[in-house]
């Protein structure tokens, strides 16, 4: 189903990569990594709320290293494959929505002529 064949084989390249990108750039991945942080640092969301999220963002980005990094996180977090597929849901239903939107859009262009 996936294109990508072995996640873990993947997951492997993709963060020798990024050390690569730290070696060449180590500005641009210092402040990614401070974000990424700052943004674990949360008060009202426990950590697989937080990595649920992420995988509802990763879905709707299109972020195969997103989807791969945040749903190991959320299930070491304690999430489910049902958990996981209910958030899968609402991304799923978010893409839907803005779809819908962008159809009125072509509605109110049409209606110009």
């Known amino acids: 189903m996936s294109a990508i064949k072995d996640?873990?084989?993947y997951?492997?390249?993709?963060?020798?990569?990024?050390?690569?990108l730290g070696?060449?750039?180590p500005e641009i991945v210092k402040g990614f990594v401070a974000l990424n942080n700052g943004a674990a640092k949360t008060t009202?969301?426990?950590a697989k709320m937080r990595e649920l999220i992420a995988i509802a963002v990763?879905?709707?980005t299109r972020c195969e290293g997103c989807m791969d990094a945040h749903v190991r996180k959320a299930m070491?977090?304690?999430?489910?494959?049902?958990?996981i597929a209910e958030t899968?849901?609402?991304?799923?239903?978010?893409?839907?929505?803005?779809a819908f939107t962008y159809a009125l859009h072509v509605l109110d262009r049409a209606d110009e002529g």
Request: charged share 25%.
């Open 88 to 98: 899968a849901g609402v991304a799923i239903a978010l893409n839907a929505g803005a």
């Open 58 to 60: 990763a879905i709707t």
């Open 7 to 9: 996640w873990k084989a």
């Open 23 to 25: 070696q060449l750039h």
């Open 44 to 46: 009202h969301l426990d």
């Open 76 to 83: 070491v977090a304690g999430a489910t494959k049902e958990e």
């Open 11 to 20: 997951s492997e390249a993709l963060r020798g990569r990024g050390k690569e």
